[in-house]
């Protein structure tokens, strides 16, 4: 990779990061802002709405010839719609059956989650230091959002589904763009209708558990459904730079840096909704930036020390093979495959055959030749031998020289 190439990609990774992290922080205070101000407390449906319009935005973009259109099998297809479906409901049913705390608990351990599964199934290793500061933010997000806890068995069970659903979403989001060599954009567009559908149906029911109420109840205003329309235009902004950073990063780089949104969240409910910011807040907030901060430089590093090595490689393998092709021109020959080597032999065989038979027939007809007139005629040896016993030499047909008389 040039130069040129490296930077452009940089470039890219970090307006992947910078879109999904402010789109992400500014969605989540409009959607807070349309459930406690406009009373439209319906998480699931809205979320099946905004991947809704998340299909229409990229379709659109193809129809328009902005964006290049790729298929995906219909099977991927839907068990990536189901899974992110199931890992968007389960989220909000663990936050209805459990406590704040616990429900925070459980999105904490989907990063070990995904790690583990990672290094399990997709043959991933993490240095030490990457561990220890994966540790490291955990603790800080831990120590700034988790009070209260209680749980039961039911939220229990609803927190797991929720974890192992939301880690393999992620991980499925970037597996599937590289082994279907397809882009951010094409798995939204192959995807997110299915998923959007399935939330519209299943979510009424979901929200009338989490809110006692049908959605068809909600009090519509102006300003709430143009609040509703906002949510689903940064919605798509949110989906878009999402599958963009899982198809660029691991899964693991986006729960753990991911984290970074629940400390600007809090940052700006301190500076716009006066909520509260106390020491421990402030304490397990500047560990985990801490613990951010670490994990970059250090998988950075090992990212580096990978690229190195493939370097080197590359280049032993390129002097093994100039090495190769100097001997072969050295010795006035090319190395030849094992076919190329029986046929060869094949060859030199025949024409050997040949020349043999060639020669034994010119010998033959020689010998079997009369004297040339005048010669002295040798009794006492055998036709075309010579006294010492070996073979004797003839001059060719047309040069013999008879002898005088």
Sequence with gaps: MTAAEESRDLLVNVFAWTANVSTSVVTIFVIKALMSVYRFK???????LHFVCCAWAVWG????????????PL??????????ALSIGTANLSLLL???????????????????????????RFPPAVLACIVVVLAGVGIVTV?????????????????????????????MQATLKIQSHQLMSNTSFLQGMILMIVGPFVDKLASSKWIMEWEASVPGIEMLGLSCLLAVAVNASQYLVLGRFSATSFQVLGHAKTLLVLIGGWLLFDEEMNP????????????????????????NAAKA??????????AATKQQEALARGSGTKAATPAQAVDGEKVALLAMIDRRSTGGGAQKLQDEEAPAAGAPLD?????????????ATSSPPGLTHPQPR
């Design 42 to 48: 319906y998480a699931t449906t809205v979320s099946g």
């Design 61 to 72: 973009l193809e129809r328009a010839g902005i964006a290049e259109q790729a298929d995906m």
């Design 75 to 84: 099977r991927s297809s839907l068990l990536f719609a189901c899974v992110g």
């Design 98 to 124: 459990n406590s704040v705390g616990f429900y925070q608990i459980a999105k904490l351990l989907m990063s070990p989650f995904v790690a583990a599964v990672e290094m399990l199934w997709l043959k991933k």
């Design 147 to 175: 009070s209260d806890v209680s749980v039961q068995l039911p939220g229990l069970v609803m927190a797991g589904l929720f974890i192992v659903s939301g880690g393999l979403q992620q991980i499925l989001c970037g597996h």
């Design 280 to 303: 421990r807040k402030v304490l397990g907030m500047s560990l985990a930036f801490v613990g951010m901060v670490g994990y970059g430089v250090f998988s950075l590093r090992a990212a």
């Design 309 to 318: 090595d493939a370097a080197k490689a590359a280049a032993v393998t390129a």
């Design 379 to 391: 009794l006492g040896r055998p036709a075309g031998r010579s006294g010492g016993g070996t073979a």
